[in-house]
Each structure stands twice: as structure tokens, then as C-alpha cells.
């Protein structure tokens, strides 16, 4: 018997690698779809009985290794499950999901944007990236993990340029389910940004920047976007400024 503490990051994590949406993970589970919602999102905690029924599912169906009617990094199948071939990128994403043993996560550095942006998919380049543990207590299996740097200053004072945050890579199948106002890391043929995104309809997003001043909003079609990545952590690069304080002592 495996011996995992769920929560709601792994919770989605393990739905994600499994290529499965809501309702036929909770059917998997004999539970729910809003019970699958509410517990992606942390407003349910798991409870013993569904913590039982994800550590089966996690024993019969092993991730990444699956046939019948589950989506395969992004593809359906009714046959069992090929690999990609070798050397390709969908085989690096393949393996980088499913080592347990590999703690390491990619750094896009500022420096590091404008290469990202053009060979994101060539394994070589991913290779030259400079790579980084986890923070303590996230589990590393179940997703595609990237630390991205921030540039510029257009999510003040939310994010300032230096912050790093730690993504999970979000499947295209699943993009309809993303969260209106959550914060993205969005990749598009020209550019690397971090935002907020709201659904504007199926083919257009909304990308919204918590300083508009600088950075007003824009309006991108969903099939300009190459890759999506949840916000997941934070590294400051600098310690916030405290508000105004009055000396009492």
C-alpha cells in the first residue's frame, strides 16, 4: 500500500497526469464531480475514504502508462499506450512526469526567455537550463514543473522582476477548465508572460496585469498560446516594504 498525504495540489495533479477531466475522475472514485472541484481548489479537505479509493486508483493505473479511454499527454486512445518516439518532446515530458526520483526542476531565467520562447520543445535546449530543488514539502510527482523568472514590472506589486515562481504545466485538453483571475504563466510564439487570465469565450482570453498602468489589458486568441502554466509558488527576490508604521515604544 502506497503511503501518500493527499491534498488538493496532488489531488490535481494526479487527475492531470491521468489525463482525465472531473467527472470521469469522480467516477473513477465513486464520488462526485463537485467533490473533485471542491477538493482541487481546498475548499474540501480528503477524506479517509477518498484518501483509500486515490491510493487504489493509484495502484491499479499506473500514471502516464494508461489505455483504454484516457487521454495520453494529450492524446485518446483505445489501444494500449505507446510511448512517443525517441528523442522527442512529448518522450522528455513523458519521462519528466513519471521519474520519482528526479527533483531537479528547470530555471527560465530572464536571460534564458527569448531561447525559451523558440525551442521550448527541443529537448538539447531544455538541457541547457540551470536546474533546482523543490521547496520542501512539494511532491514532484504527478506534473511538469518549471521555475520561471520574472521580468519587468507589470504584475507590481504582486510579483516584481527577479521573483521566482514554481508552475505546473497545464494540458491543453484542461485549459477549459483554468480559473478566471488565477495567475498563468503564458507562453505564446513571441513572447513568455505571467497574468491573469479570464475565459473571455472558447477562442478568446482576456490577459490582465495586476499593475495596468504599465501594462494594460489584452485580448489574445487561445490558439496563439503555446503552453500554459499554473502559478503554484512564489520566491521573492527582495523583502517587501512594511506599510507605514507609527512608534509607539
Not at 463537485?34 to 500514471?63: D, H, I
Request: proline residues 6%; contains cysteine.
Amino acid at each position: 500500500m502506497l503511503n501518500v498525504m493527499f491534498d488538493s495540489y496532488n489531488v490535481l495533479e494526479i487527475r492531470e497526469l491521468s489525463g482525465l477531466n472531473q467527472a470521469d475522475f469522480a467516477k473513477k472514485l465513486a464520488i462526485s464531480r463537485e467533490v473533485v472541484n471542491k477538493m482541487e481548489k481546498g475548499k474540501m479537505k480528503v477524506s479517509k475514504r477518498t484518501a483509500a479509493r486515490l491510493q487504489k486508483f493509484l495502484q491499479e493505473t499506473p500514471l502516464g502508462v494508461q489505455s483504454g479511454d484516457v487521454n495520453i499527454l494529450g492524446k485518446s486512445s483505445h489501444e494500449p499506450a505507446k510511448k512517443p518516439k525517441p528523442g522527442s518532446f512529448r518522450q522528455h515530458l513523458w519521462e519528466e512526469k513519471n521519474n520519482n526520483t528526479t527533483f531537479l526542476v528547470p530555471l527560465v531565467g530572464i536571460k534564458a526567455q527569448a531561447g525559451y520562447v523558440k525551442g521550448f520543445e527541443q529537448v538539447d535546449y531544455m538541457d541547457t537550463l540551470e536546474q533546482y530543488s523543490l521547496p520542501p514539502g512539494v511532491n514532484p510527482i504527478g506534473a511538469v514543473w518549471r521555475y520561471f523568472e520574472v521580468d519587468g514590472d507589470s504584475m507590481e506589486p504582486t510579483f516584481n522582476s527577479g521573483d521566482i515562481v514554481l508552475a505546473t504545466m497545464v494540458p491543453a485538453e484542461d485549459w477549459s477548465d483554468c480559473k478566471d483571475f488565477f495567475v498563468y504563466v503564458i507562453l505564446t510564439s513571441e513572447q513568455l508572460m505571467i497574468k491573469r487570465i479570464y475565459k473571455k469565450s472558447l477562442t478568446e482570453w482576456v490577459l490582465i496585469s495586476d499593475n495596468e498602468e504599465v501594462a494594460p489589458q489584452v485580448v489574445i486568441p487561445v490558439e496563439n498560446i503555446k503552453q500554459l502554466w499554473l502559478f503554484r509558488r512564489q520566491i521573492r527576490s527582495r523583502v517587501p516594504q512594511p506599510k507605514e508604521v507609527k512608534i509607539t515604544a
